[in-house]
């Protein structure tokens, strides 16, 4: 019998200069965000004047685009992707690739502010797992972080989303001197509900006043440290992207880092950067972009035109990134935020 090729099979693939399969697009879909975490954002954060956002129609035809290249994972992020305006729509709409099993997964990450009374409604379009940030369990801290976030909402936003049966993992940012005391209890909280959770080394992107130097800590610290308490097994699991996971003997649970700072995971990177602008990010920690807005509107129904465009952007898409935090050469800033690249 003739075996057929699926339909994803039949697919380009987008592959890079280095040999990469470009197969995970993460789409910032608002720079927006009802939160402003220090790490991130300034407290006067001037936000890009709405024409200049893709609509949801364009942030549809560039994601369609990626996917007749063959991307198979799409993460949507800002900003607070939910609190993008029709954005519920936006995935509806992307969920038919779900359907088709041209697109293996649809995901988000999200502060969970507005995930109560969303939750439901993602699972019922076939996300199956999110990533929720969470950087304390103290009310206090976490409106001190966030500036003037509620930790509320967002714990009932999580209970919502393991209700509905969405895998949740935990994001946590490594802040010295806010958070350093509190992994322990993060870590109970997300593995006594069946949640990974993942630490984060502070990146240097953007300029969000206050010294970044100071909030830096290296995940090899914090790992010793825990490990003076827990039983700590590396585990082969990978999700392609720079999280180094172990398993947490006591808990039975996985405990992920992510470590820009002090490893280079750019070898096995398969992922490119959209913004909620159009502007393509071949790497976060590199400024090499391309700007697919002009092209979309260029080139109105000529898909054609933009699938060129992705394709000549990822042939340049460099090796790797050069992240530095050091006293002595500043801060090593890029000058663009997360929430314009999307986390
Ligand atoms: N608003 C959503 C959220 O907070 O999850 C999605 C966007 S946010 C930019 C994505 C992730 O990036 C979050 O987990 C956030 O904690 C992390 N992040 C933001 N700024 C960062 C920085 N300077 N260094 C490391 N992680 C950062
Ligand atoms: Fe908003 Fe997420 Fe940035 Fe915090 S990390 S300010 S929640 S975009």
Redesign the pocket.
């Known amino acids: 019998m003739t075996a057929f090729p699926r339909v994803a099979d039949r697919r380009e693939t987008l592959i890079d200069p280095f040999g990469r399969s470009i197969r995970y697009l993460r789409v910032s879909v608002t720079d927006r965000?009802?939160?402003?975490?220090h790490?991130?954002?300034s407290e006067d954060m001037t936000f890009l004047p709405k024409r200049d956002v893709l609509s949801l129609e364009e942030l549809e035809r560039l994601c369609s685009a990626f996917v007749r290249l063959g991307a198979r994972k799409i993460r949507l992020t800002?900003?607070?992707p939910l609190v993008r305006k029709g954005v519920g729509t936006l995935i509806g709409n992307l969920s038919r690739h779900l359907a088709s099993g041209d697109l293996e997964e649809l995901t988000l990450t999200t502060?969970g502010s507005q995930l109560a009374h969303r939750a439901r409604e993602l699972a019922g379009y076939g996300v199956r797992r999110i990533n929720v940030?969470l950087d304390t369990l103290d009310p206090a801290k976490f409106r001190e972080i966030?500036r003037w976030g509620e930790i509320g909402p967002v714990l009932a936003g999580i209970d919502a989303a393991l209700e509905a049966g969405l895998s949740v993992k935990l994001n946590t940012v490594a802040v010295k001197g806010f958070n350093d005391g509190e992994y322990d209890d993060l870590m109970r909280f997300a593995h006594g509900r069946g949640m990974d959770m993942t630490l984060i080394e502070t990146m240097p992107l953007g300029e969000i006043g206050g010294e970044r130097v100071d909030q830096y800590l290296p995940l090899s610290a914090v790992r010793a440290d825990l490990e003076r308490r827990w039983t700590l097994s590396d585990l082969d699991h990978s999700t392609g992207g720079p999280a180094r996971y172990v398993r947490i003997a006591e808990t039975g649970g996985r405990l992920g880092f992510i470590t820009p700072m002090t490893h280079n995971f750019c070898e096995s990177c398969n992922r490119v950067r959209l913004t909620c602008t159009g502007t393509l990010y071949m790497c976060l920690g590199q400024d090499d972009s391309v700007d697919l807005r002009r092209v979309l509107r260029e080139h109105p129904g000529d898909d054609a035109s933009v699938e060129a465009a992705i394709r000549e952007a990822v042939a340049k898409k460099p090796k790797g990134h050069d992240f530095v935090i050091d006293r002595s050469i500043g801060d090593g800033v890029l000058h663009r935020h997360?929430?314009t690249t999307g986390?």
């Open positions: 965000c009802d939160f402003r975490c790490y991130c954002m800002g900003g607070e502060n940030s966030t997360m929430n986390g």
